[in-house]
């Protein structure tokens, strides 16, 4: 399981930085990303970044606000989120797999998932 940390509450225009431990799972996927659940809201990806490439790919809601990352040495992963909006208000995933870049958005394609960590945005 990945393990995630960073959430919280912030007003409007602030910024938090999500991190996630992905050690166990580091050599055997090809992405890893963010999702995010609102509730009544189906999870959808928020961004994703290549392990082959570090290519990176946004959702256009979060495209030029929010940066993934990954640090090689402490296998962890990251979501800097700036610029937060009250529509940011949801629980947020990691998840990693091994899939086709095409796909990275889809969450059913990833096989591992952290229990998510709650960000609010107040306005």
């Known amino acids: 399981q990945l393990v995630e940390s960073g959430g919280g509450s912030v007003q409007a225009g602030g910024s938090l930085r999500l991190s996630c431990e992905v050690s166990?799972?580091?050599?055997?996927?090809?992405?890893m990303a963010w999702f995010r659940q609102a509730p009544g809201t189906e999870r959808e990806g928020v961004a994703a970044?290549?392990?082959?490439?570090?290519?990176?790919f946004y959702a256009a809601s979060v495209k030029g606000r929010f940066t993934i990352s990954r640090d090689k040495a402490k296998r962890t992963l990251y979501l800097d989120m700036n610029g937060l909006r009250p529509e940011d208000t949801a629980m947020y995933y990691c998840?990693?797999?091994?899939?086709?870049?095409?796909?990275?958005?889809?969450?059913?394609?990833?096989?591992?998932w952290g229990q998510g960590t709650q960000v609010t945005v107040s306005s």
């Open positions: 998840a990693a797999g091994r899939l086709y870049e095409g796909l990275w958005s889809t969450p059913r394609v990833y096989d591992y």
């Open positions: 166990a799972y580091w050599h055997n996927t090809n992405y």
């Open positions: 970044i290549s392990s082959i490439s570090d290519r990176t």
